[in-house]
Structure formats: structure tokens, C-alpha cells
T-cell receptor, first 111, second 119 residues
Framework: GQNIDQPTEMTATEGAIVQINCTYQ??????LFWYQQHAGEAPTFLSY??LDGLEEKGRFSSFLSRSKGYSYLLLKELQMKDSASYLC????????????WGAGTKLIIKP | GAVVSQHPSWVICKSGTSVKIECRSL??????MFWYRQFPKQSLMLMAT?????????EQGVEKDKFLINHASLTLSTLTVTSAHPEDSSFYIC???????????????FGPGTRLTVL
């Protein structure tokens, strides 16, 4: 079966760095995605990893280790507007290539 | 980046009426689109997968006769909530699959969502 785990909630300070972890178990891995979702809004795409390693995009970076079934989203120079839920999603052959969603990590940024 | 639009952004209707929601991929062609529903403070729930030119695939527990999906072109999918009732009030979000074979990416982009309130 498929299982995606990420912390329910995290708190960080404005200007700091935070790492949100995601672990998964699946068969026929075909990509891992991170999305940001502000309250009351639709998710917005942040990153896509299909090979091992780090993908950097401005203040956000995403890392993948397929052998460990592990990814993290790294947010640097945190801003108050980064307060949101961060969703980890995995695509796999066993789910007919649909995205399987984690429950999301609510990130609270404090001044 | 790829842009997906949804219309309307919000709708209020009376119980028993039907509501149509449109999802468009504006700068790419999407053979596959997805319809999600999200209740307050809950996770995204996939309702159905919409494939251009063929019937939609519905998730278990989603009534296909109540939630009609039509994917008539490579840039448009519609979801019609038939005979809506207050329990259908929710945030409906579509996403479109953008496959860039040259770039080696295969990504889902979301529309802004439609907030449906059934009185």
C-alpha cells in the first residue's frame, strides 16, 4: 500500500530556515511533488523531484532520496507570507500515476 | 509557468439546482485533468480523473450521475453538480496535467478553486 507521512504542524521564526520532511512508501515511484496551500486557496506548485538530489528554486529547495523514500522541503529566509500548509504528494505506478497526497504540514511563522 | 483557470470562483445556489464549473488550461494542452473537493481544514480529496475524449474515472464513493464530468477539448474540462444539496457545499478545485516530454517534466497545476454554497 501507499503511505505518505509528514509532520502535522511546525513553527519557525521570520528570517530563519525550516525543513519539512516527507517520507513515503510506494511501488513504482514516478515523482514527488511539493505544493503550498494558503488557507482558503488552491494549492500552488513548488517543486518536482524524480531523481535523487537537491532542486533549488530561489528561497525554496527540495531534496529526494528514492532509496530511503524520503524528501524534504527547505525554506530559507522565512517571511510571514510563508505561513501556509505544505503538501507532499507522490506519483506511482501502483496508484495508476495519480498523485497520492500527504495530509500536509501547517507552517506557522512567528515574528 | 503553466496557468489553469477556473470559473466561477464562487457560486451560491438553491437546493435542487445544477451548477457547472469550468476548468481551463490556458497555456498548455492537458489530456488529463483532475477534480478535487476540499472541506474546511481537511485534506484534498480526489473525486475523479477527466480524460480528453473519454469517460471520466471516478473515485470510490463519488456518484458519477451527480458529478458529471465532460472533457471535450484539450484545454477544457467541466464539472456539473446536479441537483445540488447543502451537503455538496465545498471548495472544488481542478488541476491539469502538463507533460513536457522535451523537458522531462510531468506536473499537475491547480486552478484557483470554486467555492460552492448550496442554500
Amino acid at each position: 500500500g501507499q503511505n505518505i507521512d509528514q509532520p502535522t504542524e511546525m513553527t519557525a521564526t521570520e528570517g530563519a530556515i525550516v525543513q519539512i520532511n516527507c517520507t513515503y512508501q510506494t511501488s513504482g515511484f514516478n515523482g514527488l511533488f511539493w505544493y503550498q496551500q494558503h488557507a482558503g486557496e488552491a494549492p500552488t506548485f513548488l517543486s518536482y523531484n524524480v531523481l535523487d538530489g537537491l532542486e533549488e528554486k530561489g528561497r525554496f529547495s527540495s531534496f529526494l532520496s528514492r532509496s530511503k523514500g524520503y524528501s524534504y522541503l527547505l525554506l530559507k529566509e522565512l517571511q510571514m507570507k510563508d505561513s501556509a500548509s505544505y503538501l507532499c504528494a507522490v506519483r506511482a505506478r501502483e496508484s495508476n500515476y495519480q498523485l497520492i497526497w500527504g495530509a500536509g504540514t501547517k507552517l506557522i511563522i512567528k515574528p | 509557468g503553466a496557468v489553469v483557470s477556473q470559473h466561477p470562483s464562487w457560486v451560491i445556489c438553491k437546493s435542487g439546482t445544477s451548477v457547472k464549473i469550468e476548468c481551463r488550461s490556458l497555456d498548455f494542452q492537458a489530456t488529463t485533468m483532475f477534480w478535487y473537493r476540499q472541506f474546511p481544514k481537511q485534506s484534498l480529496m480526489l473525486m475523479a480523473t477527466s480524460n480528453e475524449g473519454s469517460k471520466a474515472t471516478y473515485e470510490q464513493g463519488v456518484e458519477k450521475d451527480k458529478f458529471l464530468i465532460n472533457h471535450a477539448s484539450l484545454t477544457l474540462s467541466t464539472l456539473t453538480v446536479t441537483s445540488a444539496h447543502p451537503e455538496d457545499s465545498s471548495f472544488y478545485i481542478c488541476s491539469a496535467r502538463d507533460i513536457d516530454r522535451a523537458g522531462g517534466t510531468d506536473t499537475q497545476y491547480f486552478g484557483p478553486g470554486t467555492r460552492l454554497t448550496v442554500l
